[in-house]
């Protein structure tokens, strides 16, 4: 996640799909994202519900991705 630290979190969610598919979205209004993924093999086996996997985006895209996921995301 290193390479990503100029980046910020538009979405979290504990479900990876739920997040991916707002990725495919994002994608096809023309804005990058990276999907980030929190859940390590630890947390799985210790049934820890505190894991989520976060949607990034430059931060120059932060607002607009945030409007197009309120809008959408519904």
């Known amino acids: 996640m290193s390479e ?5 979190v ?4 504990t479900d990876k799909f739920d997040v991916e598919l707002i990725q495919g979205h994002l ?4 804005i990058e994202s990276v999907v980030y ?5 630890m947390m799985k086996m ?3 519900s505190n894991y989520s996997v976060g949607l990034f985006v430059h931060p120059e895209n ?5 409007e197009y996921i309120q809008k959408h995301n519904k």
Request: hydrophobic share 30%.
């Open 4 to 8: 990503f630290n100029d980046w910020v």
């Open 10 to 13: 538009v979405y979290t969610s």
């Open 27 to 30: 994608k096809e209004a023309g």
């Open 37 to 41: 993924d929190h859940q390590d093999s």
């Open 46 to 48: 210790l049934n820890n």
């Open 62 to 66: 932060e607002t607009v991705a945030k």
